[in-house]
């Protein structure tokens, strides 16, 4: 075998193997070389319009999908997270809601019972502005002195308010009791017989906590344990105070 015949022979190889790519590609063979000339002439000029191949694009596109599958899990991550989230706060605001309903229907069964104990023929009651979210509204105060119609606390008397103030405070310690109270002149503005029954019912908490009442009335001094008194000497301008145990 010559030489060139060899040559020959390794180019009809590697064209054959060249060509296996494309085995399963049909072939036009009615085309001429002209036509087959202007497809190729079409073909490069469409490669050059495309310009360079970047050879690292397969190995940018791995590492762009890697970097997409991370975030994609990290999304999954924190929507899930999400969820429980909203979840918890959802639990949360319906026991919030739940406990808050159980107190204000325990305040109000005392204030209730306390609001009769104060001022025995009248009737009165806690109402919820917004009944379907309570932490929307504010709670009004309904009380009842005489006749038929209840009405808010702000269309009665001053010793009314302040007898149904009262009740709603000594209410709430009885829901969650303090040691320790300062009324301060809380009875301004009773007459005798409304000091006379406030004087009774901080009696009969006075084995529950202590009280310090700030008083002129003589119906709640006559109530106290043990009395201070404080005058003022005008010419030496100095406070003196004298104690007295009932």
């Known amino acids: 075998m010559s030489i060139e015949e060899a040559r020959h022979k390794a180019e009809i190889a590697s064209l054959q193997a060249e060509f296996e790519v494309f085995a399963n590609v049909e072939l036009d063979l009615k085309k001429s070389e002209e036509e087959l000339k202007k497809d190729i002439l079409s073909a490069e000029r469409t490669l050059a319009a495309i310009g360079n191949v970047n050879m690292r694009a397969l190995e940018i596109y791995e590492a762009v999908e890697r970097e997409y599958a991370s975030l994609m899990e990290k999304k999954h991550i924190l929507l ?5 989230v909203v979840r918890l706060m959802n639990e949360i605001e319906m026991n919030k809601k739940e406990l808050f309903m159980r107190t204000l229907n325990v ?3 005392q204030f209730r019972m306390i609001f009769k104990r104060l001022m025995t023929k009248g009737e009165s009651y806690l109402e919820l502005e917004n009944k379907e979210d309570p932490f929307a509204g504010g709670l009004f105060i309904n009380v ?3 006749g038929n119609k209840f009405l808010d606390i702000r269309g009665l008397s001053g010793g009314e308010k302040t007898m149904t103030a009262l009740a709603f405070l000594f209410a709430l310690q009885e829901h969650e009791p303090a040691m320790f109270y300062v009324l301060d002149e809380v009875d301004a503005a009773l007459d005798k017989h409304n000091s006379e029954m406030l ?3 901080i ?8 009280y310090l ?3 002129h009335n003589d119906a709640l001094i006559a109530e106290g344990d043990i009395l201070y008194g404080v005058s003022m000497n005008a010419e030496a301008g100095l406070s003196s105070v004298v104690s007295l145990k009932m």
């Open 213 to 215: 009442v700030i008083s």
């Open 107 to 109: 305040i109000d069964d």
């Open 80 to 84: 899930k997270e999400k969820d429980d």
């Open 144 to 146: 009842k002195i005489t």
């Open 203 to 210: 009696r009969g908490y006075c084995s529950k906590a202590q």
């Open 199 to 201: 004087a009774k019912l």
